[in-house]
Nanobody, 127 residues
Framework: QVQLVESGGGLVQAGGSLRPSCAAS???????MGWFRQAPGKEREFVAA????????YQADSVKGRFTISRDNAKNTVYLQMNSLKPEDTAVYYC?????????????????????WGQGTQVTVSS
């Protein structure tokens, strides 16, 4: 069983940066990992994903050029570097893991493709 624990969210002004992290229990080096987010009153939205060997990453258009996903398999940890934050980035950010190590773009974007979810960390961007 894999457990995912997010940390590193918080309150930041527009234009600022945050780097949430996700610590996984169990050996997740063979899993694809990713992040989703959900703002109040909105549906859960794909943010970014990374393949098991970090060979490929994929981001939503809304964050491309601002957010970067990375992983450290030795530490079983995934990071989401968020720069140039905007108020519309305000949401609860969820870490996800999929037993399949690689996926297509539509798989990465699909919540049901992932096998494990964390509890989420709040990110609030003030204007």
């Amino acid at each position: 069983q894999v457990q995912l624990v997010e940390s590193g969210g918080g309150l930041v002004q527009a234009g600022g940066s945050l780097r949430p992290s996700c610590a996984a229990s169990g050996r997740t080096f063979s899993y694809a990992m990713g992040w989703f987010r959900q703002a109040p009153g909105k549906e859960r939205e794909f943010v970014a994903a990374i393949s098991r060997s970090s060979g490929s990453t994929y981001q939503a258009d809304s964050v491309k050029g601002r957010f970067t996903i990375s992983r450290d398999n030795a530490k079983n940890t995934v990071y989401l570097q968020m720069n140039s934050l905007k108020p519309e980035d305000t949401a609860v950010y969820y870490c996800v893991a999929a037993r399949q190590g690689y996926g297509s773009s539509w798989q990465y974007e699909s919540p049901v493709w992932y096998d494990y979810w964390g509890q989420g960390t709040q990110v609030t961007v003030s204007s």
